[in-house]
């Protein structure tokens, strides 16, 4: 079984600072780490290895830099790692991102089949969770969002049995290979690297393809082939304290009293 791994660059922070001039994230003074949820999806991925037998291969867009991501990916259990890195990728949204994370894979497929891909749940800096959707729209390929679990792979039949992670439900789904799943990290523990595979991570170059080699077209990429412009970030503003109403405390009618005496001070309320 062929597994790839889509992993990102991330700051090391969910507090992401951005410029209010330019409206880009303001990366100086902070470390990059691998965005939380891919490398669970890295682990999810190996463990599948593990079980089942295969490959995993981790792949990101993103500057000469994310070849951190890999190294670390590689050190969790994957085999091998693709960077797709150009100057003109820079400035993409998901829609840009989403396409050339695609043809990369589509690559990769040429080479060699792919039968499932994982993404995290979400990126913790762009937030959008938009990526691993629209790269399954690209690949014409169904997806299912937030598992928190796979129950099985049936190689011969070619399915996979996972469980999702609804706000207010779980959904056990089957569905035919290939498929994109986005993982949440209830998903798994990620394990400590093994020295073997410390030893290899550090000294791990991944292959690094460009818009050339990907023959993108040019006009899908970057900020040219990126629609969404962000305007304006900001943060919400703070909540006010919440208010503990003294009494009440043994008998619910009382306490309902009280609440509503004071939404008819307040004026929350009428009395008709
Ligand atoms: C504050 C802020 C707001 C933004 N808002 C928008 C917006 O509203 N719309 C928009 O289109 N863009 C937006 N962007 C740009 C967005 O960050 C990029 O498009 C980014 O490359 C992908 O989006 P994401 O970070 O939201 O990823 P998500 O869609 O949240 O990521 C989901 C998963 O996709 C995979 N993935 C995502 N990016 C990569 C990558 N480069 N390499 C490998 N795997 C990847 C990972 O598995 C990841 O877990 C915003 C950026 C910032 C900083």
């Known amino acids: 079984m062929h597994v790839i791994v889509c992993v990102k660059q991330v700051p090391d ?39 089942y037998g295969g490959k995993v291969t981790v792949i990101s867009m993103g500057p000469p830099q994310a070849e951190e991501v890999m190294r670390r990916s590689i050190a969790i259990g994957a085999d091998e790692g693709i960077l797709l890195s150009d100057r003109n990728f820079a400035g993409s949204d998901t829609l840009a991102t989403s396409y050339i994370l695609a043809k990369g894979i589509k690559r990769l497929a040429e080479r060699e089949p792919v039968d499932l891909i994982l993404c995290g749940k979400q990126a913790i800096d762009g937030d959008t969770a938009q990526v691993g959707p629209g790269i399954a729209v690209r690949l014409n390929i169904p997806q299912l969002t937030y598992v928190m679990k796979i129950e099985s792979v049936d190689i011969e039949n070619r399915e996979i049995i996972v469980h999702r992670k609804l706000e207010d439900k779980r959904v056990r789904a089957a569905c035919k290979l290939p498929v994109l799943l986005t ?8 394990r400590y690297a093994s020295l073997p ?24 990429i970057g900020l040219k082939g990126s629609p969404t412009s962000v305007s304006k970030i900001f943060a919400p503003p703070q909540r006010g304290k919440g208010e503990i109403i003294p009494g009440g405390q043994d008998s619910p009618d009382e306490a309902a009293g009280l609440l509503v005496q004071k939404l008819l ?6 009395n008709k």
């Open 265 to 270: 001070i307040t004026k929350i309320i009428a």
């Open 13 to 51: 922070t969910t507090e992401v600072r951005v410029d209010p001039e330019t409206n880009t994230l303001i990366r100086e003074g902070v470390p990059s780490i691998i965005n939380p949820y891919d490398a669970h999806a890295v682990e999810a991925a190996v463990s599948l290895k593990e079980e």
């Open 183 to 190: 993982v949440v990290k209830d998903i798994n523990e990620i």
């Open 197 to 220: 595979n410390l030893i290899k991570s550090a000294r791990y170059k991944p292959n690094i393809w460009s818009q050339k080699e990907l023959e993108l077209d040019i006009q899908q």
